[in-house]
């Protein structure tokens, strides 16, 4: 237990580190953890410390993936409805743009150009075919885009790249069992039924016991989770599509999403932005430097070369156009998951495998880190709200601080009064 306790004071005390090198660089703080992710494993390697990091215990790639769930949940309730039907054409045509191009071109490149078997060149195709959900959503709430038609754009095209991969990976390499019938069949249902759940627990309960919601939805979404493992799926495209089913209904809850989403930037994605970048192993990049350009050049040329003529026609600003490119160019989690898939199952050597992980965190760092620092649309970013109190006209950020806890504490012995609003 004293282990346990000392790695977790590690891993948090890298993500306090991380916070406050992102507030200064003002750059994504998920960006941040994937980088300092990959010094520390350097540092560690080098010293013969590695394992002490505790990156492959059990609870932590526990909290790491319970971290990327209840993030891609968080993205899916961001989508407003209104957005999604009114930018229906946009989103489908970019999302199914952006998993194609990398697809066939990252697939001929290792097949021709690298000289892999057709079902690895198949498998790097699809591992290099995908947008990083997490990333994505972590830089619209770091921005505040996801506030915006345009950050919520962005999002509904990472999802239909990233369900074309899932498609993929399951039509190439996972042959259509009763288990998939059984997960297709049993979260449609949970998630048809969820929203009335949500509402009518929120009308009952919801002013007068702590966190229902919150329990309620964890439960669905570690359910789901296990049932997707079962059935050889993933447990991040249930959680999505639950974001999506409450997204027009309990999730417009502000209050609510606001302390869902501290739970999860503030303790659990640390784990898994943290944990992305140590698989990184600078051996590797040194040992074959040239497969590895040749792989993150093939996935970001198709990426870029396919979408941007694409994206011109629904943005007409430059920046515009270049962050939502760079935006679509990241890779994370679906792309760690399709190659650890072809790993387990035979499809790719180790070697292969640890190509296709490096190259696609390098592109969860590279496009977003350029897109971060030269192309962000200020002119798009929502307006600061405020301050609905008299405050010093140059208060500290004690005193901000103390107005903002005074508030929530208000809120929260008025819900367990039983008052509304």
Sequence with gaps: MQ?????A????????????????????????????GVVVAAVATHYGWFDALGSQEEWLRFLASTGAVLLTFLAGAELDPLVVRTKLTEISVVG????????????????????????????????????????????MLETGFNRTEFGKGILGACFVNDLGTVIALGLLFSPFTYRTAVF????????????????RLTHVYGHRTAAIRTK????????????AFWSGSEAVLPAYIAGMALAGSAAQDHHWIRRLRTLTVGFLTPFYFLRAGMLVSIGAIVAAPLVLLLLFAGKVGAKIFGLYPFIARFRRDRKERWYYTLMMSTGLT??????????????????????????????AVIPTLIASLAFVPRHLLPEREAPTMALPEEAPEQVLTAVHEELDLEIEEAEEAGEEG
């Design 3 to 7: 282990q346990l306790f000392a790695v």
């Design 334 to 363: 679906f792309g760690t998951i399709s190659a650890l898939y072809g790993l387990t199952n035979g499809i790719v050597s180790a070697e292969q495998y640890s190509y296709l992980v490096i190259v696609v965190i390098g592109t």
């Design 96 to 139: 199914l743009i952006g998993f194609m191009a990398p697809f066939l071109g990252c697939a001929a490149l290792a097949y021709w150009g690298l000289g892999w078997d057709l079902r690895a060149s198949l498998l790097a195709g699809v591992a290099l075919s995908t947008t990083s959900m997490a990333v994505v959503y972590a830089v």
């Design 184 to 199: 297709i069949v049993g979260t449609a249902a949970v998630l048809i039924a969820l929203p009335y759940v949500i509402r």
């Design 9 to 36: 004071a590690l891993w948090l005390g890298l993500a306090v580190v991380s916070a406050v090198i992102a507030y200064h660089l003002r750059i994504a703080v998920a960006l941040v953890e994937i980088c300092v």
């Design 216 to 227: 309620l939805v964890m439960v669905v979404l570690l359910g789901l989770g296990a049932l």
